[in-house]
């Protein structure tokens, strides 16, 4: 008798049509169908792994390897899907790949986690439903928190500066995916895994306020890149959901005031730059939006309730003392 698969990668569960509702754990999918390797997939609806670490996690036996660690501990095993890449090819994968995660990456982040239309419309009630009580009113705050914290470092918190780099990475990756099917004449390696990850999800989620999806669906060749490696590596083309894109009637009115079609108001009077500080202002004080200033009154009453709700969990299921504490994150840290 055969035994299965010696690989379980725990991730959060599908979502939209999209292999996960967070792009890592996608992005460990495809790049293990690249690899052409046989693995199983497991949801972490217990929510008991999202507590303590970030998904996805990858199992080989006993052993449990963590994002940092996933793709080091997979290529020791000799599976690697830049195997038919050569030096310079690696090379230019890698930078491709930085494009992708450091610049698309963090305007998505902007997109789904400080526009409060898509947080509260798309993204928390999709983290809630995945998560058992209470860990589905403390999580998505959290995560939440610690988004913000790295928009806020890198300066990316106005909505100009995250959707004007975001777009230029995903013109920079039309042109260079206009008439092929992969980066490389090799054929898909991990760069490709990669940018399907963050495209498909970008492409599928149904958010209210879609300015960086509409650029997406303006640039053909992406739309044609992301159905060809879905059918090639996942099989089929799920179609889409409807969106306020697709179905106006689905368009919520704007909580926020600002225009909900493509493109937004780039050109904000004094918007700083991505290298610009945005911690204080020239009389010393913050220089926080009116979002970040609600966001910060009501967290008061948030860490109260999440906390206690917290408490009442681990009590329940005898994990006080047990349990593996949250790396602080500082809202404020320049």
């Known amino acids: 008798m055969s035994e299965g698969p010696r690989l379980r990668l725990l991730q959060y569960e599908a979502a939209w049509g999209a292999p996960s509702l967070d792009v890592q754990c996608s992005k460990a999918q495809a790049w293990l169908r690249v690899c052409g390797c046989s693995y199983e997939v497991e949801n972490a609806r217990d929510g008991q792994m999202a507590w303590s670490t970030q998904l996805p996690v990858m199992r080989d036996g006993a052993q449990a390897f963590e994002q940092r660690e996933l ?10 899907a830049d ?16 494009l992708i995660e450091e610049r698309l990456g963090l305007s998505m982040l902007h997109t789904f986690w400080a526009e409060d239309d898509n947080y509260n419309a798309v993204l928390r009630p999709a983290y809630a439903a995945r998560l058992p009580v209470p860990l589905n009113f403390y999580l998505p705050w959290m995560m939440r928190k610690r988004v913000l914290s790295q928009l806020a470092r890198r300066g990316a918190l106005r909505e100009g500066a995250a959707y004007r780099i975001g777009c230029d990475a995903l013109d920079a990756l039309s042109q260079r995916l206009a008439g092929r099917s992969s980066f490389f004449s090799a054929g898909p390696s991990g760069v490709d895994a990669c940018a399907f990850a963050y495209l498909d999800t970008l492409l599928r989620c149904p958010a209210p306020r879609d300015a960086l999806r509409a650029k997406l ?10 159905e060809s490696f879905s059918v090639s590596y ?18 919520p009115q704007p ?39 609600r966001f910060r009154r009501r967290s008061r009453n948030a860490v109260i309730g999440a906390m206690g709700a917290a408490l009442i969990y681990a009590f329940a ?18």
Do not use: N
């Open 71 to 80: 793709y080091a501990h997979l290529r020791s095993l000799g599976i690697d």
């Open 83 to 98: 195997a038919a890449l050569s030096p310079d090819q690696r090379a230019e994968s890698a930078a491709w790949e930085a």
């Open 217 to 226: 669906r303006s640039l053909p060749a992406l739309e044609a890149f992301i």
């Open 234 to 251: 996942f099989g089929s083309w799920e179609p889409l959901e409807p969106t306020p894109e697709t179905d106006p009637r689905l368009r």
């Open 255 to 293: 909580l926020t005031g600002r225009p909900t079609e493509f493109p937004y108001a780039w050109e904000e009077a004094g918007a700083p730059g991505l290298g610009a500080s945005s911690g204080a202002d020239a009389g010393g004080r913050s220089a926080r939006t009116p979002k970040q200033q």
């Open 317 to 334: 299921t005898d994990m006080v003392g047990g349990g593996e504490e949250y790396e602080e994150y500082q809202s404020d840290e320049d």
